[in-house]
């Protein structure tokens, strides 16, 4: 244990942060809901939700230990398990952590970080829209996260971490939260397969509940001040820095997503001026992911760049994304996460500097080319090991207990068929009855039994 001075400022920020990273995962469960059909609205938004069931018991009783234990470059140990050394140590100044003494209590850091690992796997859910049982899912977040997230975390975020040592730079979770779930998320529709009504060429299907998706993103964004503001760990002007770099970039992200929706919609012949509404909650989304290795390394000037680079990229990537891209990534969770994060960690290898933040190192930009190439090396890194976990996991899963809905059951939609949630409107809409019937046979006739649940 290490003894330093608790700034209580600091833990302030630190405990309203975690509240602000814990708001995005229902956040998020709104922002995906709102894009899905009507009959898979509830189901996405219990992916994202019970995440929020599953990590936090994961993260206390192994998780935390296995990053942020003492151990090795790639891997921690059980010193910190169930939390039994955290739970102890007294308020007026003792650190659970020799190697890297924080000016907070060591389980703010702790809950700060669970925040963290609960959003993660709930980004991935965003690829597998309406066709994975609920069991495999569930036992999935808590294996990705024990094999695949917790490494990675302790690879770059520990500074005993074999990625930090090296100098990749990240500094709220380009890499190992938005690049890791993307990756996973790609891999994880690929082997699903596609949904049994997909069309590449069709941007929306079904009604949309669209409200939920704009309100998501509002929330998304004021967690996200407290996402990239609170991994500075302290409050300060570090943190200044980066909340503020993290709105100009989702800012300007937004504004190049407008300008190149109007140029499209002239391009194919539209006399009025078409924005789209999903769009523009997917281009704040992006200027937030691209921005996050670099919010608290960065000049605010380079944000704008930064937001504008990720939104004129990822926008075109998704325009011509149907003719070439027929993965079933429902809701281009590698498009926005795992390109934003990838786009986003290169640029922090070209316009961090020293001179804003001392902690960091300087970029290709400032004469450290080499920053660049340590880069690349934590997204070859990112990239396959996330590959190769989610695959691996995944793969098992098919073949022990299975992992995919039938077709008829996606058809009928899992908020019936996982839930047992009956859209009466919907079967009035599709089964019309004769004037003459009674309202008793109305009722036989237009409210089936409930669905028997087969996603076990």
């Known amino acids: 244990m290490n003894h330093t001075t608790l700034q209580h400022g600091d833990t302030a920020w630190i405990l309203t942060s975690t509240a602000l990273v814990y708001m995005m995962t229902p956040a998020l469960a709104c922002f995906y809901g709102g894009l899905v059909e009507n009959k898979n609205f509830l189901n996405q938004l219990f992916l994202s939700i019970v995440c929020m069931a599953i990590i936090p018991v994961q993260w206390c009783l192994i998780g935390y230990s296995f990053t942020f234990g003492p151990g090795t470059s790639t891997f921690g140990s059980f010193d910190y398990a169930i939390q039994r050394k955290a739970s102890l140590i007294s308020l007026l100044g003792d650190n659970l952590h020799d190697f890297n003494p924080q000016s907070i209590p060591s389980l703010a850091f702790v809950a700060f970080q669970c925040s963290f690992a609960i959003i993660t796997p709930a980004l991935i859910s965003g690829a597998v829209v309406g066709r994975m049982k609920l069991v495999p899912y569930m036992i999935f977040v808590l294996l990705w996260t024990t094999c695949c997230y917790d490494p990675l975390t302790r690879w770059i975020f520990s500074q005993q971490g074999w990625l930090c040592q090296m100098g990749v730079i ?28 997909f069309d590449p060429d069709v941007v929306n299907a079904g009604q949309t509940n669209l409200p939920f998706t704009i309100i998501g993103t509002g929330l998304l964004w004021v967690g996200w001040m407290g996402f990239n503001g609170g991994s500075a760990l302290v409050a300060n002007g570090i943190t200044a820095l980066a909340i503020f770099n993290t709105n100009v970039a989702a800012a300007s992200s937004m504004i190049i997503w407008i300008i190149l929706d109007i140029i499209h919609g002239k391009f ?59 993965i079933d990534d429902t809701l281009d969770v590698f498009s926005c996460h795992g390109l934003g994060g990838l786009i986003g960690t290169i640029l922090a290898g070209i316009f961090s500097q020293t001179d804003v933040n001392r902690e960091g190192r300087n970029g290709a930009l400032y004469g450290n080319v080499i920053q660049l190439g340590y880069q690349m090396i934590g997204i070859v890194v990112t990239v396959g090991f996330s590959a190769i976990c989610t695959g691996t996991i995944l793969l098992l899963l098919h073949v022990t207990i299975g992992i995919r809905i039938s077709r008829v059951d996606q058809a009928r939609g899992l908020d019936n068929v996982a839930h047992g949630v009956i859209d009466v409107e919907r079967i009035q809409r599709t089964q019309p009855t004769k004037p003459s019937m009674t309202k008793q046979r109305i009722d036989d006739e237009a409210v089936p039994p409930m669905a028997k649940v087969d996603t076990y």
Do not use: E, W
């Not at 500094?171 to 082997?191: D, E, N």
């Not at 523009?280 to 680079?309: D, E, H, K, W």
């Open 170 to 197: 990240d500094f709220a979770g380009g890499l190992v939260i938005h690049t890791s779930s993307g990756t996973s998320g790609l891999v994880a529709a690929f082997i699903l397969g596609s949904r049994a009504q």
């Open 268 to 326: 194919r012949g539209q006399n009025s001026v078409f924005v789209s509404i999903p769009g523009i909650c997917s281009a704040t989304v992006v200027g937030l992911v691209v921005v996050t290795p670099a919010a608290g390394y960065i000049q605010p000037g380079y944000a704008i760049l930064t937001g504008l680079i990720g939104g004129f990229i990822i926008h075109s990537f998704l325009f011509g994304k149907k003719h070439f891209f027929h």
